[in-house]
């Protein structure tokens, strides 16, 4: 491609910019807040009851996503961070999902959601949604920060989409190649070097 982030190694052309990212995810977090406020209501829970919702952001690409998004929800939550593995090492190529560690045991009854960084093949979310409803929690909800146009091996219900982008590998904002580029804050497809 085109352009190119200095010292980064690699050439990138950026596919979605630092702003429109903060200004997506401000929408994201509202989204969120307004929907898990109805489900307190309906259920006559007090705005501020400790123990009704609880964040599952999956390790280690929404570290960045989460941190940003839970600064938009001005609600009573915890944090379990969970760890699925699907892209270990050098590789753009999907080798499925596995959970790393356990889930937390207590979220029968509770308001789940569960943030990703992306919705690609769909195993991770899919992997998770199936682990999750077996504790028979109040409800469940999924917020990835981006969706990929592919064809899923694994379909899974997700209903908070920051971004539709298409089928290329992306890197920034919390995700990775090969543990790099995390810190990046747009989000940018990776490309090979120049000849
Ligand atoms: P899935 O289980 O949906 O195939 O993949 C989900 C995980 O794969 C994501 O949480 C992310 O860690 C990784 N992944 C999928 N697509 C990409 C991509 O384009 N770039 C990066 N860096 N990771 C990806
Ligand atoms: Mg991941």
Same mark, same amino acid.
């Given at each position: 491609g085109s352009g190119g982030k200095?010292?980064?190694g690699r050439v990138a052309d950026v596919l979605i910019p630092q702003?429109?990212?903060? &200004?997506?995810?401000? !929408?994201l977090g509202a989204d969120l807040a307004r929907d898990l406020t109805v489900e307190l209501e309906r259920e006559g829970s007090a705005m501020d009851a400790p123990?009704?919702?609880? %964040?599952?952001?999956? %390790?280690t690409g929404a570290v960045v996503f989460v941190a940003d998004l839970i600064r938009h929800m001005p609600l009573m939550m915890s944090m379990e961070l969970v760890s699925v593995s699907s892209y270990p090492g050098a590789t753009t190529e999907s080798k499925g999902a596995a959970l790393r560690g356990a889930l937390p045991k207590d979220l029968a009854g509770r308001h789940v959601v569960i943030v990703d960084d992306i919705y690609d093949t769909g195993q =991770? %979310? $899919?992997? %998770?949604? =199936? #682990?999750?409803? !077996?504790?028979k929690p109040a $409800?469940?909800? =999924?917020c990835v920060l981006l969706s990929k146009e592919r064809e899923r091996l694994a379909e899974a219900k997700v209903e908070y989409v920051g971004f @539709?982008?298409?089928?290329?590998?992306?890197?920034?904002?919390? #995700?990775?190649?090969?543990?790099?580029? &995390?810190? #990046?804050? @747009?989000?940018?497809? #990776?490309? @090979? @070097?120049p000849e």
């Open positions: 200095a010292g980064m702003g429109e990212i903060a &200004r997506r995810v401000r !929408e123990g009704r919702i609880v %964040l599952m952001p999956v %390790l =991770t %979310l $899919s992997l %998770l949604q =199936t #682990l999750i409803a !077996e504790q $409800s469940v909800r =999924t @539709e982008i298409p089928n290329a590998f992306v890197v920034g904002y919390g #995700l990775d190649y090969d543990g790099f580029y &995390r810190n #990046l804050p @747009e989000i940018v497809v #990776l490309g @090979e @070097e």
